[in-house]
């Protein structure tokens, strides 16, 4: 493990502790969760990062576009 | 080695890399992981975008347009007047199909590419004979 030294505003600071204390984690650790979403997978071309970053719950998802974007029949 | 040969993506192939809860989303993460010359339309660029700020919001809107820039293989075809013109007789050819203009866009585009295979999901795109990669 490396040390380092993060600034942040009072704001982000009190949502950021208020986030982590929701998730039962230190700050340390949210702050290594989010750094791990915007990273690049080891070894993995740097768009990987967004391979899954939504969950939409719908395994047909990805069939459902033109109901999301156009809408429905009426 | 082999020279890979240019493929089509459409919003569905985006989609269910994007999306972890798709079925076909194991597929497609393999498949962007190593990917070809891709290609694709304008306007599925403006329906990702639409899908994800009519499901979610304006952030993750600009991440998948974000995502699209870090792609460094795909090109985004531009849709104006002429293209407009190609897609109305491709319509009329096959006015009995529930087809978006996005799609059509993307039937020109393979037609005018010879593209061997297009990622997608959805039928309307082999339409023209083109195998899709599911």
């Not at chain 2, 529930?98 to 039928?123: F, K, Y």
Request: charged share 25%; aromatic share 10%; proline share 6%.
């Amino acid at each position: 493990m490396i040390r380092t030294q993060v600034s942040l505003d009072k704001h982000e600071y009190a949502l950021a502790k208020k986030e982590a204390k929701a998730l039962g984690i230190s700050i340390a650790e949210l702050v290594r969760r989010a750094l791990r979403q915007v990273l690049p997978p080891q070894g993995q071309p740097p768009w990987m990062r967004y391979a899954g970053f939504v969950e939409s719950g719908n395994p047909d998802s990805s069939r459902l576009i033109d109901d999301v974007v156009y809408g429905t029949k009426d | 080695m082999a020279r890979k040969i240019e493929c089509y993506a459409d919003t569905s192939a985006f989609i269910a890399f994007l999306d972890r809860s798709d079925s076909h989303h194991p597929f497609f993460r393999r498949l962007f992981s190593d990917p070809p010359p891709l290609f694709t339309s304008s306007l599925v660029v403006a329906e990702g975008h639409g899908r994800f700020l009519r499901r979610y919001d304006p952030r993750r809107a600009l991440q998948f347009l974000q995502f699209l820039d870090e792609l460094p293989v795909l090109v985004v075809w531009p849709f104006g007047a002429e293209e407009l013109m190609k897609c109305k007789r491709l319509l009329k050819k096959y006015a009995d199909q529930s087809i978006t203009l996005a799609d059509a866009h993307g039937l020109v585009l393979m037609g005018e590419h010879r593209t061997g295979t297009c990622w997608s999901i959805d039928r309307h795109l082999s339409l023209t004979g083109v195998p899709l990669v599911v």
